[in-house]
């Protein structure tokens, strides 16, 4: 043989070592290609799955935020309006006092009469926007309810017994908006 048929029959037939590396060789980059192909698609459904549950943890803590704010403006809300009318409403109270009086000490019939009717008119509003007076004859004091003024000593009265009523407590709803001036006895 010549050398050149040597040298094609040694390029036609690999070397024993050539021929194990050689289907290794072809194997490996078909397996790192498959596990290329396959590892991208898994993390990348890891990744969308993970972005999805950030991303819908954000909507839910945004959602409740907004609903913690809405009823908190709410709330807010409905105080502003309510300490408003309370203020309103206390603005008119010494009015409501001065009537009385004018009916308790007015002599001429028709001006008492004229007096009372205007009172009731303003009383009537009052209620109607939830006004109430705090009853105080007969009651025991009330810290929440009465400011005492006066203090007797008297055995005909119990302890802590409203004796006399100095000037009328108010309520808005709950709120008082003006606490009953009185003496107690004992």
Do not use: C, W
């Given at each position: 043989?010549?050398k050149?048929?040597?040298?094609?029959?040694a390029?036609?037939?690999?070397?024993?070592?050539?021929?194990?590396?050689?289907?290794?060789?072809?194997?490996?980059?078909?397996?790192?290609?498959a596990?290329?192909?396959e590892?991208?698609?898994?993390?990348?459904?890891?990744?969308?799955?993970?972005?999805?549950?950030?991303?819908?943890?954000?909507?839910l803590?945004?959602?409740a935020?907004?609903?913690?704010?809405?009823?908190?403006?709410?709330?807010?809300?409905?105080?502003?309006?309510?300490?408003v009318?309370?203020?309103?409403?206390?603005?008119?109270?010494?009015?409501?006092?001065?009537?009385?009086r004018?009916?308790?000490?007015e002599?001429?019939?028709?001006?008492?009469?004229?007096?009372?009717?205007?009172?009731?008119?303003?009383?009537?509003?009052?209620?109607?926007?939830?006004?109430?007076?705090?009853?105080?004859?007969?009651?025991?004091?009330?810290?929440?309810?009465h400011?005492?003024?006066?203090?007797?000593?008297?055995?005909?009265?119990?302890?802590?017994?409203?004796?006399?009523e100095?000037?009328?407590?108010?309520?808005?709803?709950?709120?008082?908006?003006r606490?009953?001036?009185?003496?107690?006895?004992?």
């Amino acid at each position: 043989m010549s050398k050149k048929e040597e040298k094609k029959n040694a390029a036609q037939q690999p070397e024993p070592e050539d021929t194990e590396a050689a289907p290794a060789a072809e194997e490996a980059p078909q397996t790192e290609t498959a596990e290329k192909e396959e590892a991208p698609q898994v993390s990348e459904a890891d990744e969308l799955r993970k972005t999805l549950a950030e991303t819908n943890d954000k909507y839910l803590r945004m959602l409740a935020e907004y609903d913690n704010y809405r009823r908190r403006s709410m709330k807010e809300r409905e105080s502003i309006y309510a300490d408003v009318r309370a203020d309103t409403v206390k603005k008119f109270l010494p009015v409501y006092d001065n009537l009385a009086r004018a009916i308790q000490h007015e002599t001429d019939e028709e001006t008492r009469k004229g007096v009372e009717g205007i009172f009731n008119q303003l009383k009537s509003i009052l209620e109607g926007l939830g006004v109430k007076e705090i009853e105080t004859a007969g009651k025991r004091f009330d810290a929440n309810l009465h400011d005492a003024l006066l203090h007797i000593e008297d055995e005909k009265y119990g302890e802590g017994e409203i004796v006399l009523e100095l000037e009328k407590g108010f309520m808005l709803g709950d709120k008082v908006i003006r606490f009953a001036k009185v003496q107690v006895a004992n």
